[in-house]
């Protein structure tokens, strides 16, 4: 199986920043961590679940264009840990964000794409 676990969330004012750290665990994991993805996505209150970015075991890395420049993922492979680095937060950022893997390459923004799910971390950001 594979278990993820999202931190960092937090409340902060429009252009602050904040780390997210997904750490992830398992047998399933451990057998396709060097042949999956995994990606951030996150939903606003009373909203879908939208992508944020995307990354895969060869580094390859996909964002959706309303946080480019802005959202930096990335990954440490020795840790198991993925980290989303969020600079210039706006208010429509605020949602929670979750973390999932998938156990095949390519990055995908489509979450439909992903089999596991963290629990998620909640961010707000006021204006």
């Known amino acids: 199986q594979v278990q993820l676990v999202e931190s960092g969330g937090g409340s902060v004012q429009a252009g602050g920043s904040l780390r997210l750290t997904c750490v992830a665990s398992?047998?399933?994991?451990?057998?396709?961590?060097?042949?999956?993805?995994m990606g951030w996505f996150r939903q606003a209150p009373q909203k879908g679940r939208e992508a944020v970015a995307s990354?895969?075991?060869?580094?390859?890395?996909l964002y959706t264009d309303p946080v480019k420049g802005r959202f930096t993922i990335s990954q440490d492979n020795a840790k198991n840990t993925l980290y989303l680095q969020m600079n210039n937060l706006k208010p429509e950022d605020t949602g929670d964000y979750y973390c999932?893997?998938?156990?095949?390459?390519?990055?995908?923004?489509?979450?439909?794409?992903?089999?596991?799910w963290g629990q998620g971390t909640q961010v707000t950001v006021s204006s």
């Open positions: 990354i895969d075991s060869d580094g390859r890395i």
């Open positions: 398992g047998d399933t994991y451990r057998d396709y961590s060097y042949r999956g993805a």
């Open positions: 999932a893997f998938k156990k095949y390459l390519m990055p995908i923004l489509d979450p439909s794409n992903y089999n596991y």
